[in-house]
């Protein structure tokens, strides 16, 4: 299965340009080089930046409307936006491919004022149009419809059969569809990482089918409410997930990244979370009843509220961890020996004080 079906590239054809193939154009001071790509990372950074309308890679990765505002995103949630800058007047003509013919995806351009110039639906007609020189913004819309995300990759090349008219110059644009030339180009621009991450919509669809992915990098995944009881996420990576009130009961977490993840309320009763690191995340309200934690590195995590009562803690990290309200009646302490009392709320009674409890 493809990770993106909807993966799309975009390019626009500009006159004068001469772009060798992927990974190699002109650089921005018209010298030849390696491709020089701006990414949505770019142009939130510094948003007084500007795409060229003459050169350049631009990418950018769409969500979907219905999905939470993300960070480093330039134009809210299901739009994308690339300010772009016309140095002379062009004749532009905009074509989008699109391998799912029922995609809806589109596009508009519009100048400094506000005003639409042209717009562009996928698989749909080609517009042409006189574009003057000034600024303007591309504004990529996300159909809903399709799949959670898609990457946007906008090339600029020079178009060979381009028709000139006594005014203006006039070249042809086509949007199109190519995921593997989008993955080796992001590979040769150094960005690969961002194309990676868009794998974990897929691998969540696979989780949730099937409740087995072990080792899977699931950083920052959207799990909320999740039913993933009994899953296997033995090693997985779930750095800065969204795991609140998701049910885990019995899951494998053995050795699972869980650093700064939130698990507020999520149920993780005779869990296995042997050897997890579960630094700085979000514990509140969580059940660990009976789970297994001995090794687990619970430093400075937020533990208030959580009901820990019978969990194994041996050897568990716990310094710093805020333990406020938690139930640790049963519990076997972290020296490996002793027993929490059945009357133990934010403290281990009868055993020794948690700055014992290093790790080690």
Known sequence: MKSYRTLLTLCLFVSLISILAIGGCNNNDGSQGGTQALTENDFFEAP??????????????????DTENPERDTGGVGIDTIPYKYTRALGNTFCWEDEDQGAEHFMTLVDSEGVEVLMVEANGKCVTEAIEDGDYEMRIHHDGRTEDSIGVFIQVTEDTDAVGSKSIETNQGVLKTAKSIFSRTLRNIGIIQEAGAQTVVEKIKTLLETHKCPGCDLHRAKLRSANLSGANLRDANLSGADLRDADLLGANLNGAHLSDADLSGAGLVDADLSG????????????????????????????????????????????????????????????????????????????????????S
């Open 48 to 65: 007084s930046l500007n795409a060229k309308a003459d050169r350049g890679i631009a990418v950018t990765f769409l969500e979907h409307p």
């Open 276 to 359: 997890a690191n579960l630094f700085l995340a979000d514990l509140r309200r969580a059940l660990f009843i009976r789970a297994n934690l001995s090794g687990a590195n619970l430093g400075s995590a937020n533990l208030s509220g959580a009901n820990l009562s019978d969990a194994n803690l041996r050897g568990a990290h716990l310094i710093g961890a805020n333990l406020s309200g938690a139930n640790l009646g049963g519990a076997f302490w972290c020296d490996g020996v002793c027993r929490c009392a059945d009357l133990s709320i934010g403290t281990c009674v009868g055993c020794p004080p948690r700055d014992t409890c290093t790790g």
